[in-house]
């Protein structure tokens, strides 16, 4: 499918990848994407771009617009540290301000084609796939994909009760993605969030191919495995992980 993708502002000067399908169709549904700790770089570009090959309108936001509003660095150790930097000044209260803002200006941007009344769906990564789990909890959201979160069981970004204590507030499905070799994310927090993911499903396990919320494991992948320019990717993992986002999207939105 032919796309058009851009640069974008949206209110309180937040920068956006702005991905849609060409022509006169109407985008399937809206989804909102969340960057690693490396900003809004090629390859988060790339899945918005993906998405709307796809048929949806889709919109890769700056998480960091305060503090770093064009962050887009490598996946090398000085990336990675200036990444850390400004997660580190990210709280939920600002992230789920900053989702329902961009909520709204793709829903208004295609008004025209009804998504003004339809629900929308999210992806993130690493950082953004934990903030990807706070923003499930908006009432705009219906379908929500966490890839390799980390420290949602122990940790709120700004201070709080971990993120993990947010599941039942949510209104729609997650999906939760993890490698099973991710050094970033312990057997321990495994084993919390699928309980957490279990009894949010009223008992019915996460693992099950019918469950509201699913745990979604890769065999033999560590952390990023989704993304082709780091060294942990690994195209079984990120094919079936792409397959499965897709399918959910395609139920939820």
Avoid at 28 to 49: I, K
Avoid at 86 to 94: L, N, P, T, Y
Avoid at 130 to 148: G, K, N, R, S
Avoid at 190 to 202: D, E, V
Wanted: hydrophobic content about 50%; some cysteine; proline content about 7%.
């Amino acid at each position: 499918m032919t796309i058009q993708s851009e640069w974008v502002t949206i209110p309180a000067a937040m920068s956006a990848w702005w991905a849609r399908p060409a022509g006169a169709m109407p985008p399937r549904a809206g989804v909102l994407v969340l960057p690693e700790v490396f900003g809004v770089n090629a390859w988060v570009r790339s899945v918005a771009d993906r998405l709307a090959e796809e048929g949806y309108a889709a919109l890769a936001i700056s998480t960091f617009w305060r503090t770093a509003p064009q962050l887009d660095v490598g996946y090398d150790e000085a990336g990675l540290a200036a990444g850390r930097e400004h997660r580190d000044q990210v709280s939920a209260d600002q992230l789920l301000d900053d989702v329902a803002a961009a909520a709204a200006w793709l829903q208004q941007a295609h008004a025209g084609d009804g998504l003004a009344e339809r629900p929308l769906g999210c992806v993130g990564f690493c950082f953004g796939g934990h903030l990807a789990m706070l923003a499930a909890t908006l009432p705009q959201v219906a379908a929500t994909c966490d890839f390799y979160g980390a420290r949602v069981a122990s940790f709120r970004p700004g201070g709080g009760p971990p993120t993990l204590d947010a599941l039942p507030e949510i209104p729609g499905r997650l999906f939760c993605f993890r490698g099973d070799a991710d050094p970033l994310i312990p057997a321990e927090e495994i084993k919390a969030l699928a309980a957490a993911l279990t009894a949010a499903n009223g008992g019915v396990d996460c693992g099950s191919p019918q469950a509201r919320h699913r745990l979604v494991m890769a065999p033999g992948a560590g952390h990023g495995y989704l993304c082709e320019a780091r060294a942990d990717f690994q195209p079984e993992g990120a094919t079936s992980g792409w397959a499965a986002m897709l399918a959910l999207f395609s139920e939820a939105l």
